[in-house]
Every structure is written in structure tokens, then in C-alpha cells.
């Protein structure tokens, strides 16, 4: 079992940045692929982005290629997703979820084993 706890959500205008932060607790980060996903009101949850479990290789949805970054630190079990250049399109609850089942990450919802709470990321025009 593994528990993920997100924070650094918030109310920013477009064009800024914010930087969230998912926490493992109960089991080694390391031993997971994370991801990050956002919904928004009314729509089905969206892959953002992706890391291997050694933090070496990541994959992003178009929507936020070049803008966003996600990273790692195992050390700290904790990984990360900075988001530059923010969009009104980008307002969402945020998720980050840790994949048990491969070394890669996946973009694919139903791969990932456990989920955060979420964190509300707001974007104004």
C-alpha cells in the first residue's frame, strides 16, 4: 500500500506558474511509474504526464508539452510537476497516481494502482 498526498493547487493567472507535489507514504516511490491527471468539471480524467520509476524518461499530452515538467526525487518520495505558462484550459483538479505494474509510465488511467486526493489548480483569464 502506498498513500499519495498532492499540494501546491491554487489560484494563478494566465501565463504564471505553479509547481505541485505529490508525497508517497507506506512504500518506496521507487518501486512506482507515477503519473499526473487532471479533470475538470464535467469531463473524464485526462493523462498530463508521465516518469519512469528511475526518473530518467517522461512522456507528456500534447495540451502541455513544453510547458509542463514532471520530475522526481526518490530520495524524498516525492514527485513533481511544474507548470509554466498556465492556460484558462488548464483548470482542473490534479491527480498524481503511482503504476506498481511496470518500470515505464503509462498514459493509460486504468494502469495505475493508487491515486491522490487531488489539488485544485485554477487558471484566470
Known amino acids: 500500500q502506498v498513500q499519495l498526498v498532492e499540494s501546491g493547487g491554487g489560484l494563478v493567472q494566465a501565463g504564471g506558474s505553479l509547481r505541485l507535489s505529490c508525497e508517497a507514504s507506506?512504500?518506496?516511490?521507487?518501486?512506482?511509474?507515477m503519473g499526473w491527471f487532471r479533470q475538470a468539471p464535467g469531463k473524464t480524467r485526462e493523462f498530463v504526464a508521465t516518469?519512469?520509476?528511475?526518473?530518467?524518461?517522461?512522456s507528456y499530452a500534447d495540451s502541455v508539452a513544453g510547458r509542463f515538467t514532471i520530475s522526481r526525487n526518490n530520495g524524498k518520495n516525492t514527485v513533481y510537476l511544474q507548470m509554466n505558462s498556465l492556460k484558462p484550459e488548464d483548470t482542473a483538479a490534479y491527480y498524481c497516481?503511482?503504476?506498481?505494474?511496470?518500470?515505464?509510465?503509462?498514459?493509460?488511467?486504468?494502469?495505475?494502482?493508487?491515486w491522490g486526493q487531488g489539488t485544485q489548480v485554477t487558471v484566470s483569464s
Open positions: 516518469i519512469d520509476r528511475s526518473g530518467t524518461t517522461a
Open positions: 507506506g512504500r518506496a516511490l521507487s518501486t512506482f511509474a
Open positions: 497516481a503511482a503504476d506498481s505494474g511496470g518500470f515505464w509510465g503509462s498514459r493509460v488511467f486504468s494502469e495505475y494502482d493508487y
